[in-house]
């Protein structure tokens, strides 16, 4: 069974440049959770989707970013316009339907934003 | 707001040495705790968790004791090995809410074990 993908591992930008960030997670979960880790420092979360639907989006921090995921399978995650403090990796995580369900989460791609 | 502290890294150990990595949090009510290990190369992998006060997670050799009264979830292992050499994370989810992924997570610490 295949994992959580993430695409592309690794994007090098200019501020001001926009960037999509692509995650297909595991067939079946409905569940889909972006994450970004900063200047090495925590993980924090971004936003949930159930399905196709943005069940809590509290850590997006500005309208700089758009998620999506239309038909409920992949989400894209676009930033526009970049900016330095953007860079970090960010991870993305699915998990089935169920309360206590474990998170599987993809490798991540490294955003720098020079 | 919840947060997670653990200790700073890096840490290097030798092979078959003791291991702890201490992690406290901050949190209302009775959060779930959890250890994640994320390996060269790959995403996180969900190490161990406790869900109640006093539960022992236990995996790979690898154990935690959810201590409420300290507010602690310290990771340890009896005798390391160089293929536990990973960033490992500590993380809550708060009690209730509908966003069961939604994890607070700690700033990661990497662990080298060497030959």
């Known amino acids: 069974e295949a994992g959580v993908t993430q695409f592309p591992s690794h994007s090098v930008i200019e501020k001001g440049q926009t960037v999509t960030l692509r995650c297909d997670p595991i067939s079946g979960h409905d569940n889909l959770y972006w994450y970004r880790r900063v200047m090495g420092k925590e993980i924090k979360f971004l936003l949930h989707?159930?399905?196709?639907?943005?069940?809590?989006e509290s850590g997006m921090p500005n309208n700089r970013f758009l998620a999506e995921r239309t038909g409920g399978t992949y989400s894209t995650l676009k930033v526009q316009p970049a900016e330095l403090e953007d860079s970090g990796v960010y991870f993305c995580?699915?998990?089935?339907?169920?309360?206590?369900?474990?998170?599987?989460f993809g490798s991540g791609t490294q955003l720098s934003v020079l | 707001g919840d947060s997670v502290t653990q200790m700073e890294g890096p840490v290097t150990l030798s092979e078959e040495a003791f291991l702890t990595i201490n992690c406290t949090y901050t949190a209302t009510g009775y959060p779930s705790l959890f250890w994640y290990v994320q390996y060269p190369g790959e995403g996180l992998q969900l190490l161990l968790k406790?869900?109640?006060?006093?539960d022992k997670g236990s995996n790979k050799g690898f154990e935690a004791t959810y201590r409420k009264e300290t507010t602690s979830f310290h990771l340890e292992k009896g005798s390391v090995q160089v293929s536990d050499s990973a960033v490992y994370f500590c993380?809550?989810?708060?009690?209730?809410?509908?966003?069961?992924?939604?994890?607070?997570f700690g700033q990661g610490t990497i662990l080298t074990v060497h030959p």
């Open positions: 406790a869900t109640k006060a006093d």
């Open positions: 995580a699915s998990s089935q339907a169920r309360i206590n369900e474990k998170l599987f």
């Open positions: 993380a809550l989810r708060k009690t209730g809410g509908t966003s069961y992924g939604k994890l607070t």
């Open positions: 989707f159930v399905k196709e639907s943005k069940q809590d």
